[in-house]
């Protein structure tokens, strides 16, 4: 269900903090919601090899003095894990005829070109993350850390 709604509503990070009071864990008809320890309780089952490492926490805290739980505020929801998002962007910029080309990574989020594209205005964080995995696997390579950097397909 929560995968559902984040697909539906096109979430990526789900802050804790305001999903408590999303319809995902807050139930206004009848007044009742699920407590922050609760739904700490759920992020971890997703996860977790039992829950198909459906969500992966995100670290917001750098101090090392910061308690377990206040580190873990925010989580990546994956209805897609990184890895089926860079296949996606791989499959188009070979489909599109661009391997050999450098692109932007705004012109990978954000242009008209990919507009159709379900990773349209994707977390830039998340999209990273992808564009990490075709890294690793030898497709692509990475120039430059802000927005306007180049990656170039093989």
Request: charged share 30%; hydrophobic share 35%.
């Given at each position: ?71 873990r505020s925010a989580a990546w ?45 994707m977390d830039e964080e998340l ?14 390579q990475i120039f430059g850390e ?9």
């Amino acid at each position: 269900m929560i995968q559902s709604y984040c697909a539906h509503n096109r979430i990526y990070r789900l802050s804790l903090s305001t999903a408590a009071n999303s319809p995902l864990f807050h139930n206004a008809t009848i007044n009742r919601r699920l407590d922050l320890l609760s739904i700490r309780r759920v992020i971890d089952y997703m996860s977790s090899p039992e829950g198909d490492r459906r969500a992966e926490w995100i670290s917001t805290s750098s101090k090392r003095s910061a308690s377990r739980d206040e580190t873990r505020s925010a989580a990546w929801v994956y209805w897609k894990r990184p890895e089926e998002w860079a296949d996606m962007v791989y499959e188009w910029v070979d489909g599109t005829g661009q391997r050999g080309s450098v692109l932007t990574v705004y012109e990978l989020r954000e242009s008209e070109a990919v507009s159709s594209c379900e990773w349209v205005d994707m977390d830039e964080e998340l999209f990273r993350s992808c564009l990490d995995v075709l890294v690793r696997r030898g497709k692509a390579q990475i120039f430059g850390e802000m927005e306007g950097s180049g990656v170039k397909f093989y």
